[in-house]
């Protein structure tokens, strides 16, 4: 009897952990617009503590770097890579984000392909979490493939030797204030899904 009440406690435990998880995850939208105000410490805290929490191929946590990014002349740097017309108006593919996190995997990692599932993964994690704390984030990668070409680059960027730069995000305060006002309704209609049964 009382391991049955704990199993039934504990499915409603992770019942209303899903529920606060899907409301995350469906509130999550693209920013493209920050405000000059900075990120503090605490939320790249947080940031960092979900990044840390995703799940990393053969738990090979050697094989990926991150760099947060604060410093306005680096991430212009990266902007101009994309030319005169990266971004939407004319801000660049970072959109001005006062935050750059860049997420870099092993050289070695390129030839397996885990770089970008890695990537993909502490990404989105990363997202999330910035959701969560009411920040605006945005997904980077186009602006990726043309860092890759300028290695001279890296160590300003704090990607180690034997590192490549493989996605970032942007972080930051939106600049439209309804951003995250409302989650999207949510659906299994928008990816086509077959069931092999």
């Known amino acids: 009897m009382t391991g049955r009440a704990g199993g039934v406690a504990g499915r409603n435990d992770r019942k209303e952990v899903v529920m606060d998880t899907m409301q995350v995850i ?5 920013c493209r617009a920050f405000t000059d105000e900075p990120v503090t ?21 050697e094989a990926v770097q991150l760099s947060v990014i604060v410093d306005r002349k680096a991430i212009d740097a990266i902007d101009a890579l994309a030319g005169a ?3 939407r108006m004319g801000t660049g593919p970072t959109y001005r984000a006062p935050v750059l996190i860049l997420v870099s995997g092993s050289e070695d990692g390129m030839e ?9 993964c502490i990404i989105e994690n990363m997202q999330l979490a910035a959701t969560e704390l009411g920040l605006g984030s945005g997904y ?3 602006v990726i493939k043309s860092l890759q070409q300028h290695p001279e680059m890296f160590a300003a960027l704090g990607v180690d030797e034997g590192f490549v730069p493989v996605s970032a995000m ?3 305060h939106p600049a439209d204030a309804d ?4 989650p999207r309704e949510a659906t299994t209609e928008n990816i086509i899904t077959h069931f092999v049964e």
């Not at 951003?179 to 409302?182: F, I, R, T």
């Open 26 to 30: 469906t509130t999550r939208k693209t």
């Open 41 to 61: 410490k605490d939320q790249i805290r947080t940031i960092l503590e979900a990044a840390n929490a995703s799940p990393i191929a053969m738990h090979d946590f």
């Open 85 to 87: 017309n990266g971004g």
């Open 112 to 120: 397996r392909g885990t770089n970008y599932c890695n990537a993909g």
């Open 140 to 142: 980077i990668l186009g």
């Open 170 to 172: 942007t972080l930051g």
């Open 179 to 182: 951003l995250l006002a409302g």
